[in-house]
């Protein structure tokens, strides 16, 4: 059995090692020079920056994409920090309003922050919403119903801004709460020794390693699509077949490529659902600085800050991610798709964040990097994914345009590609050594 994969990105790879290790035949082709898409580092001054994430697997070693990478065979390290995450507070001097600076509180301190009637209902919430989890309308607005204070706005933007890179009032209340429960199931985050590459390179390595081939400078620019079915790719002008065919690109992109299909009149219902997919969006900027600017590898949460919604120091953890003596912090803002045409005036917002968050402190701005359109935090927003079967038999589409329910980030492509595995090997079908 042959796999062609289109896109050599965290989900094209994971399936490609997963299917190489099935005894598939694997050939990936991937347009850019280089593998790992929105998942890998770039060199930059000595510091190990990245082409998107934050060196942070959501659910750390315990999560699906760790159990994935070690089903596969994929010898990656992934570190837990301590402490996991707080949440970055004004420190108010006396009873007037003058900010005093910052102070940082454990995250399960953010319901210390609610009045003691709201403390109350928070407590008996936590374990009703467990029971039985609100499938209706916005998280936001969820919140307005049920805890009409400022505070719980900041955080949860704070906690959505970082994780999925949306407003509370974007997230489905549906995708919110299964986003707990796997919190609750999984825990919370780590960082990948070597960075997001180490994760790349070790899939890569596996698909070589069982006879696959990854092309880069490899342009898909056709599926070939017989009897509605996948049959093969177009590359560079040159035809290759198999018998399945997935694609790391997300539901829209993949159908342009299926020529005709769209304007054919067929799976109207498939393409108008595609169409609602919107990516979301978001600036990474990266500091440098001698001395660290938190001195932990936890994320911390900032719902008082304009535009920041979190940041990490990934160098305490792994030094190797910076040159000898120096640090690399990196911050998250989500920017709303409305405010994408004031870009620089958001940018200069998050700047301005950091400058009052770390006042006093010396660090050197490295990069700043902006995500949206076609280069995106993620495909599709959390909550709007499609799943990974297309209309056409043997195309599925992977990656983090196709998670799985509540599966923040890589742990959504991890849960995405897991389950097109088991559609195309047959569920249950496991490497030796998984459950
Ligand atoms: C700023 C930012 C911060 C983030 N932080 C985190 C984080 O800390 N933790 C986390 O879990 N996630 C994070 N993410 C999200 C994470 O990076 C992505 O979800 C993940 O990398 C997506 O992988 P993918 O395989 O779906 O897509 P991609 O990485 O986009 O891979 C798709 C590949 O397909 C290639 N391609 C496209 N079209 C073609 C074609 N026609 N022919 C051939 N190849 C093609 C592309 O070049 C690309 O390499 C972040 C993202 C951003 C942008």
């Known amino acids: 059995m042959k796999a062609l994969i289109i896109g050599a990105g965290l989900g094209g790879l994971l399936s490609g090692a997963r299917l190489a290790r099935a005894g598939y035949e694997v050939e990936v082709f991937e347009r850019l ?12 001054k000595g510091f190990k920056l990245s082409t998107g994430a934050l060196h942070m697997i959501p659910h750390g070693p315990g999560g699906p994409l760790a159990q994935l990478l070690t089903e596969v065979g994929a010898d990656v390290e992934i570190v837990r920090p301590s402490p996991l995450s707080m949440i970055r507070i004004p420190k108010i001097k006396g009873g007037n309003y003058y900010k005093e600076g910052y102070v940082d509180i454990p995250f399960s301190g953010f319901k210390n922050q609610f009045s003691m ?31 009409k204070e400022e505070w719980a706005f900041k955080i949860a933007d704070a906690f959505c801004g970082w994780s999925l890179s949306l407003g509370c009032f974007d997230v489905s209340t549906k995708e919110a709460f299964a986003i707990f429960e796997n919190l609750y199931r999984y825990g919370g985050s780590g960082i990948p020794i070597g960075g997001c590459r180490a994760v790349v390179d070790a899939l890569a390595d596996i698909i070589t390693s069982n006879g696959g081939v990854i092309h880069t400078g490899a342009d898909v620019s056709e ?26 690109i997300g539901h829209l992109e993949t159908s342009r490529l299926c020529n005709g299909a769209v304007e054919s009149g067929k799976h109207t219902q ?22 660290p600017l938190i001195g932990h590898g936890g994320v911390i949460f900032t719902p008082n800050a304009r535009r920041i919604n979190g940041m990490n120091e990934v160098t305490n ?10 640090h690399l912090l990196m911050s998250h803002m989500c920017v709303q798709q409305d405010r994408l045409k004031y870009l620089e005036d958001e940018i200069d917002l998050g700047l301005h964040d950091l400058k009052e968050m770390f006042a006093g402190k010396k660090y050197e701005v490295l990069l700043i990097q902006s995500h949206s359109n076609g280069w995106p935090v993620n495909r599709s927003a959390s909550g709007l994914d499609v799943g990974n079967k297309t209309p056409f038999t043997d195309l599925y589409v992977v990656g983090d345009g196709a998670k799985g329910e509540g599966g923040i980030e890589v742990e959504g492509v991890a849960l995405g590609v897991s389950a097109t595995m088991d559609i195309i090997l047959g569920q249950g079908n496991r490497l030796d050594g998984c459950n």
């Open 223 to 248: 599926v070939i699509i017989r009897d509605n079915s996948a049959a093969g790719l177009v590359v560079n002008n040159v035809e290759y077949f198999g018998d399945v065919t997935i694609s790391d």
């Open 270 to 291: 498939y393409f108008e659902k595609i169409r609602k997919i919107m990516p979301s969006a978001g600036v990474k900027i990266c500091l440098s600085s001698d001395e």
């Open 117 to 147: 009637m709201n403390q109350l209902k928070l407590a008996s919430l936590l374990v009703t919403t467990r029971i039985n989890p609100p499938k209706e309308g916005t998280f936001g607005k969820w919140i307005s119903r049920n805890v």
């Open 33 to 44: 020079a280089m593998i790992g898409g929105r998942f890998t580092n770039i060199e930059y």
């Open 317 to 326: 953890v792994d030094p190797g991610l910076a040159p000898p003596g120096k």
